[in-house]
Each structure stands twice: as structure tokens, then as C-alpha cells.
């Protein structure tokens, strides 16, 4: 035996919304249909029965006025007496036109109306014109005579029939009224009939979803609700129409599936402990071997300072006393060797100063950059002057830093604006600063031979040469320095190739201290907008100095305001 077949809910809903659209939708066609009667009826009230009522008194007047000016003609013999005559035939004309016109869905009424007119007619032609016609030949006397002779029935007979087309425009206009009374009544009756549906429909739908929907998706949240709790091993009943059926039975696949995935984690946990406790120690390994490295570098420079000195000092005494005594080839190679330790020592006494960076630290205080400058022009001024050289720099801020390393930072950026110079074009060098969010951006832009972008990261690696060593000097490592000073102070430095069309641009970021991040605006710096200014533009003869120039040893000076310093 086949087990009934359950209903979804959707075909619930479904089937009750059909049945409930059949029922309005048979409502609102009788509705329509009734509504459409009642238009019509309240139409022939407005358009038809109103100003048919108000054309038949309108007749009656217009038949009374030309008995009237009969008369009155009859009397006088005078002309102008004869107005309402004319005036009511006008209008008795125009106002059978008119109901003719409105009666045309009404044919006893028009006959009555056809009856009015031609016995109208025929009591204008048997006593109203015969007359006229002796009042014109034979005066008014004999007008009168023949008026008192003819039967006074006559035109009572006219004003009956008038009257009688005025009591069947009175019938036709009580039934009509009628009628839109009916319908309307209809019309509210269908209306409540579609509003009792609705209410019993709603009540309908409201008793079926507590049934089928909100009672068992509240005995499911119950379960869930326990599973949640970490009942993980309870299984979900599976209540209510197919709908909530299924959701309960995947519901209670995701509890197994939970069940079977926390067994799995229980056991990836331990392994990860064990894991995490090997990291740990390889970590701890780790930085003890980086800490030896570097007491290692340490070291190693610092001793090698000793006999590096020796060598390079007894191949500069043999250059001074053999020079010339010698053939040629022995002073060559006793320049090589005096270069060789010259350059081994640049080497040492730079990676020396590298791996200092960090070790021995005097603490970050708050450091002027614009007294750094100041500190950074003393100590180029001389490359500067053999070399033609400006450097400029305006409102750089207050940051958090050791003076010493963020003075070699600046030292080393300006140094390599001055050396990478193209031949011929005095170099400008300029420093600037803006605030983006909480970091000081600080760039330093020149007009030099440049970098290409594939290089852009190259050049901050340590001991690396994009030149021979014969076209620049060097050892490579001031970049790799300006690295590890920016990366000591927390920020990051790199190559901007779009700032500039030609030269090169550096841009390093510094964090703003905590205490003024709230009290500085970023858009208070320059080029807070993300515009970078330009460099000033070139001067004839000797570079501009400033009187910060001839400021005396130990005295730096400071700029006032946004005033741009130019050395």
C-alpha cells in the first residue's frame, strides 16, 4: 500500500491563494459588471431624466407664451405684441429638438413628445395663424371675435398632453433611481462578500502557518538550540510539512558532520601544540642565532680595523718611498693594493656603521627635521659647493626619533642626490614632508640621472651597484642604511618613478607621534593633497645661500613658519 502523499507547503499556499483569487476574482467581475450597470444609471439621472424634466416645463412656458401673444396681437393689432409668440414657437423648436435627441433609447416617451408637437402644430395652424392673418386684414376686432368662437378645449387639451409627457419623464426618472439604488446596494454587498474572503482567507493562512510553520520551526529551534549547547550527539526530529522535513534532516547531516569535524579538530589540536611548541623553540633558535650574527658582523668589522689599518698603511708607506724607484708594473700594483685597502676599509667602517644601526640606541626623543637639515646642509656644504649644488627643504615636522641616525638618513639621501648628478646641470636637491593619515610622508626629490624602475628595490640592498665603482664612488651600502634607519623607526621607504619626469624621487614614511595625531590636520602639510612641489626652478651663477650659511658652529638655524630654507 502507497503511504499518502503529504502536501507541501507551498502547494498549501498555493491552493489557497487559487481558491482565493477564483472567489475575489468572480467578486470583482460581478462587482464590475454591477458598478458598470449603476454608471449607467446614474448617468441617464444626471444626463437625461434631469434636463428632460427641466425641457418639458421648458415646453409647457413656450406653449402658454404664444397663447399669450396671441391675445395680447388679438387685442392690440400692435406688432411687438407679437414677440412672445415668436419667441415661444423659437423656443418650442429648439426644446423638442433637444428631448428628441435625449429620448432616442426611449420610444414611448417620444411618441408622446411627437404627439405634443404635432398638436401643437395643429392649434397654431387652426387658431393661432388664421388669427394673426384677420388681425393683419381686418384689425383686431375681428381677430377677437374669431379667437371667442373657436373651442377653448382645444389648447386644454394641448397643455394635458404636455403634462402627461412631463409625469412619464417623472416615471422614467423614479425608475431609473431606483434602479442605481439597487445596484449600489449590490455593489456594497459584493464588496462586504469580498472583505468577509479576505478576513476568512487570513484567518486561514494565519491557522496554517501556526500549524504547519511556526509550531514545528519552534520545536526545530528548541533542538537546534540544544545541539548548540553542545548536545552534538542528539539527532533532530524531523517535524511538520516536507519543507521543514528536509531542512530538519539536513540540519541534523550538518550536527553529524559538526560531530565528526570537532573529533577531527580535537586530534589537529594536539598536533598543532605539539607543532606550535617546536616553532617555539626554532624561534628561540632562531633569534639567538640572528643576535650571534650580528655580535658576529660586530665584531668581525671592529677587529678588522686593526690590520686592515696595517695593510693599508705600510702599501701607502711603500707608494711614498718606492714610488719611482720602481718599474712601472711594481707601482701599479702597489696603487692596487693602496686601493684595494682603501675600499676594504669604506667597506668595514660602512658595514660597521650597518650593524650598529639598533644596537646602540640613545632612546627616541622629539627631533626638529628642520634642525636636522640645518645639521645636513653643514655637513654637505662642501660637496655642494664643488659640485654647484642647491639644496632646499620648508616646514618639515616634529617626529619621534634618535637625532643621530635620522641626521645620517637624511645625510645619505642628500649625499647621493649630490653624487648621481648628470654632467653639466648644476644638481637641486629638495626635501619635503606631508601628513597621510597617521604617517609623515617625507621625499626626497632631485634632478639627477635617475632610476629605472626594474632597479627601484635593487638599489636597497646591501653592497649593490647599479654603476661601476670607477664612474661613482661608493661602497653600495648608504641606500641599505637609509633602509634599516627608516625600517628601525617604523615606517618604509621606496622609489617613487611617477612623481617625476626627470631625477629621481625617495619618499620614506615616519609615524606622527601618538600625542599630535589629534591635534595636526593632515591636509596642514604641505602637499597634503598628494602634490608634490616642484623644484625651483634653475638660478644663473653660484647657487643661492642662505644666512643659516654663515650661522656659527653649534648654532642651528630654524625657519620661521612655512618659510622655505635654501642653502
Not at 617555539?280 to 642565532?289: C, F, G, I, N, T
Request: contains cysteine; negative net charge; proline residues 5%.
Amino acid at each position: 500500500m502507497r503511504p499518502p502523499v503529504r502536501w507541501t507547503l507551498r502547494r498549501r499556499v498555493a491552493a489557497l491563494c487559487v481558491i482565493v483569487g477564483a472567489v475575489l476574482g468572480m467578486l470583482a467581475v460581478s462587482a464590475a459588471l454591477v458598478a458598470h450597470s449603476n454608471r449607467q444609471h446614474l448617468d441617464t439621472l444626471l444626463t437625461k431624466t434631469g434636463p428632460l424634466r427641466t425641457d418639458g416645463q421648458a415646453l409647457l412656458s413656450a406653449l402658454v407664451d404664444q397663447q399669450t401673444g396671441i391675445r395680447g396681437y388679438a387685442v392690440t393689432g400692435d406688432d411687438d405684441d407679437l414677440a412672445p409668440y415668436r419667441d415661444g414657437l423659437r423656443r418650442e423648436t429648439a426644446l423638442i429638438a433637444s428631448m428628441d435627441a435625449l429620448l432616442h433609447d426611449q420610444p414611448e416617451i417620444r411618441r408622446e413628445l411627437y404627439t405634443v408637437r404635432d398638436h401643437a402644430r395643429q392649434w397654431r395652424e387652426a387658431v393661432a395663424e388664421p388669427a394673426i392673418e384677420l388681425t393683419m386684414r381686418s384689425g383686431p376686432d375681428a381677430a377677437q371675435a374669431y379667437l371667442t368662437g373657436q373651442p377653448g378645449d382645444r389648447f386644454t387639451e394641448l397643455r394635458g398632453e404636455v403634462e402627461a409627457l412631463q409625469r412619464s419623464i417623472l416615471d422614467l426618472r423614479n425608475s431609473v433611481a431606483a434602479n442605481a439604488r439597487g445596484t449600489g446596494n449590490t455593489l456594497v454587498l459584493l464588496l462586504i462578500l469580498a472583505a468577509i474572503v479576505v478576513v476568512l482567507a487570513g484567518l486561514a493562512l494565519l491557522t496554517s502557518l501556526n500549524r504547519l510553520v511556526i509550531g514545528p520551526v519552534t520545536a526545530l529551534a528548541g533542538q537546534v538550540r540544544e545541539v548548540a549547547g553542545g548536545a552534538y550527539r542528539r539527532e533532530i526530529e524531523q517535524v511538520g510539512p516536507p519543507e521543514l522535513a528536509a531542512l530538519a534532516g539536513d540540519i541534523d547531516g550538518m550536527r553529524r558532520r559538526i560531530a565528526a569535524d570537532l573529533d577531527e579538530v580535537r586530534q589537529a589540536r594536539e598536533r598543532i601544540e605539539w607543532v606550535n611548541s617546536q616553532l617555539e623553540k626554532q624561534a628561540e633558535e632562531l633569534v639567538r642565532s640572528n643576535r650571534d650574527l650580528e655580535q658576529f658582523a660586530y665584531v668581525a668589522s671592529h677587529d678588522l680595523q686593526e690590520p686592515l689599518r696595517k695593510v693599508a698603511s705600510f702599501c701607502q708607506l711603500l707608494q711614498r718611498r718606492y714610488a719611482g724607484k720602481l718599474d712601472e708594473r711594481a707601482d701599479q700594483y702597489i696603487a692596487f693594493a693602496v686601493d684595494g685597502a682603501q675600499r676594504m676599509q669604506r667597506l668595514i667602517n660602512d658595514l660597521l656603521a650597518f650593524s650598529r644601526i639598533g644596537r646602540l640606541t640613545s632612546g627616541f626623543t622629539d627631533v626638529d627635521l628642520n634642525a636636522v637639515m640645518d645639521e645636513v646642509a653643514g655637513q654637505t656644504e662642501a660637496t655642494r659647493r664643488y659640485v654647484g649644488g642647491e639644496l632646499t627643504w620648508s616646514d618639515l615636522p616634529v617626529i619621534r626619533g634618535e637625532e643621530t641616525l635620522l641626521t645620517n638618513l637624511l645625510a645619505n639621501l642628500v649625499g647621493n642626490s649630490l653624487k648621481f648628478r648628470r654632467p653639466d646641470v648644476a644638481p637641486k636637491v629638495q626635501i619635503s614632508a606631508r601628513r597621510v593619515d597617521d604617517e609623515w610622508e617625507i621625499s626626497c626629490q632631485d634632478n639627477g640621472i635617475g632610476i629605472e624602475p626594474e632597479f627601484a628595490d635593487k638599489i636597497f640592498v646591501i653592497f649593490q651597484r647599479l654603476h661601476a665603482k670607477d664612474a661613482y664612488p661608493g661602497t653600495g651600502i648608504g641606500l641599505a642604511i637609509v633602509k634599516k634607519i627608516v625600517e628601525y623607526h617604523g615606517g618604509r621607504v621606496w622609489v617613487d618613478p611617477d612623481a617625476v619626469a626627470e631625477g629621481t624621487m625617495i619618499r620614506f614614511t615616519l609615524p606622527v607621534p601618538p600625542e599630535l595625531r589629534e591635534s595636526i590636520e593632515p591636509s596642514g602639510a604641505p602637499g597634503a593633497e598628494g602634490a608634490e612641489p616642484a623644484l625651483p626652478a634653475p638660478a644663473s651663477g653660484t647657487p643661492a645661500v642662505d644666512e643659516a650659511d654663515a650661522t656659527p658652529s653649534g648654532e642651528s638655524a630654524q625657519p620661521a613658519g612655512d618659510m622655505k630654507q635654501t642653502v
